[in-house]
């Protein structure tokens, strides 16, 4: 596709509101990694799968092409500066007071409405990015607003009211 051609897809995609995750990694002996994404979803219920897509073009590649373990965790609306940091290029360590450990250690981002620790379970490349299945091994979730992704800015998704 041209350049415009591709801003226009861009923006035809962008019409499609999302949640917003980042998928965590441990980077041996630097700490905690993480990269946000809006490709996630969930595959199957059982066995429970997820999925979620790396571009070939990210800079942090390095840390989850080849990552047995990954976390994914479902942010909270109040976690729009931290999305909005870790999506930058090269912004991509997270201070130990930002994640929180699952039993093996894998890291999550602290105060986020759900955790899922996975292992990497199929890898597939299509097009420009590298699909990444994962199967969740634990979870967990908590109340609260979720940050959205909207035409290229960030909202809320309210709690419904019972």
């Not at 250690?105 to 292992?119: D, K, M, N, Q, W």
């Amino acid at each position: 596709m041209d350049p415009d051609e591709t801003l226009r897809y861009r923006q035809a995609l962008g019409a499609f509101a999302t949640g917003v995750v980042i998928v965590t990694a441990q980077d041996a002996g630097q700490g905690a990694v993480g990269l946000v994404a809006n490709s996630f979803t969930s595959v199957a219920l059982d066995p429970p799968l997820i999925l979620w897509c790396l571009g070939d073009a990210s800079d942090r590649g390095v840390y989850f092409r080849s990552a047995e373990r990954f976390g994914v965790s479902v942010l909270a609306a109040e976690q729009e500066a931290l999305s909005a940091r870790i999506a930058r290029r090269g912004q991509h360590r997270l201070e130990p007071s930002e994640v929180t450990r699952d039993p093996a250690g894998l890291p999550l981002i602290a105060g986020a409405l759900s955790g899922l620790s996975c292992r990497t379970r199929e890898r597939l490349h299509v097009g420009d990015h590298l699909v990444i299945v994962g199967e969740v091994e634990r979870f967990s979730t908590g109340p609260g607003d979720g940050l959205t992704y909207f035409r290229g800015r960030y909202g809320r998704a309210a709690t419904p009211q019972v």
